[in-house]
């Protein structure tokens, strides 16, 4: 099953995504992940998106999409979920040809909706594990005491360069004007859920198990 966790940023993608990955053996294909990794590693890449990433925009459909065809090229899994891709209504073309190509169909997008005061509360309050991508909140899930990491036990909490509020906002915008409109799109395909992304972790994983039964 391939499928597509589309919301805005702060809805909590990445950590159903996580949860999707552990419980199902899918395989996560995050574009944030691969260009900040870029980033970190100082490819020639990584040093063209940095400063958009910083500022909280897009990077090129061209770039993007080169992304995801590679690991659509190499990795053999039992079914991907798209985190953070597609953006764009080319991307979301362009995902389509890409599966075709690799014998695949996109089989669910699960849209999660959560309201904008939340997101950006959510966002300023996100650390992640630098290690394995645990996902923190200070105020619903804080850092453990100890200082380690509960899933792997590293002591490597990172906040994201773009988890201020002047770049959410940016962020928040891009996602209106550009990645909203493939609800639309989605939805006239007929492949679209909607769940409510503001409860509590395993009560937004219980609506995501169900919209994909
Ligand atoms: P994310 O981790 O999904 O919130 O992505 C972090 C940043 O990476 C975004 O604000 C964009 O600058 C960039 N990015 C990630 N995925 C995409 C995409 N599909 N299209 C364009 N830019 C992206």
Do not use: H, W
């Given at each position: ?62 770039i993007v999409i080169g992304l995801i065809r590679e690991q659509l090229n190499t990795v ?138």
């Amino acid at each position: 099953m391939n499928i597509i966790l589309l919301g805005p940023p702060g809805a909590g993608k990445g950590t159903q995504a996580r949860i999707l990955v552990e419980e199902r053996g899918m395989v996560q294909l995050s574009t944030g992940d691969m260009l900040r990794a870029a980033k970190d590693s100082g490819t020639e890449m990584g040093d063209i998106v940095a400063d958009v990433m910083a500022r909280g925009a897009l990077v090129t459909d061209e770039i993007v999409i080169g992304l995801i065809r590679e690991q659509l090229n190499t990795v053999k899994a039992s079914g991907f979920i798209f985190d953070g891709f597609p953006r764009t209504l080319a991307q979301a073309d362009a995902l389509t040809n890409l599966l075709a190509a690799e014998g695949e169909n996109l089989d669910a997008v699960v849209e999660m909706e959560v309201d904008d005061e939340a997101l950006v509360a959510r966002i300023t309050a996100r650390s992640t594990c630098g290690n394995c991508g645990e996902v923190y909140n200070d105020t619903t899930k804080p850092q453990p005491a100890d200082g380690k990491c509960s899933n792997c036990g590293a002591s490597d909490f990172r906040r994201r360069a773009d988890d201020n509020e002047e770049s959410l906002r940016t962020r928040l915008m891009e996602y209106y004007k550009k990645t909203a409109p493939l609800i639309g799109y989605y939805y006239a395909k007929d492949m679209l859920t909607k769940i409510d992304g503001l409860g509590e972790i395993s009560q937004v994983k219980a609506a995501i198990d169900k919209a994909l039964s």
